[in-house]
């Protein structure tokens, strides 16, 4: 849980930057985070792929949410 909220402001603080370049960076920095927490703290099973998709989908809401308001702004 802690992870996934860590992972959504990651994303957020992603979709805010105005530079793509730094944005792709600290998206692939993230991912890069998340598959290594993935393999070293969590179990590689079946619900370990619940576990990783549900990461994902908080990393891929949290840019949204910063694309969002990057463009409100």
Known sequence: MILALALFTLGACAGLFPDGTYRALLLMLAILLLFASWVLLGEVDIFGFFVLG???LALGS?????LYYQSRS
């Open 54 to 56: 549900g990461h994902l």
């Open 62 to 66: 949290g840019y949204l949410t910063g």
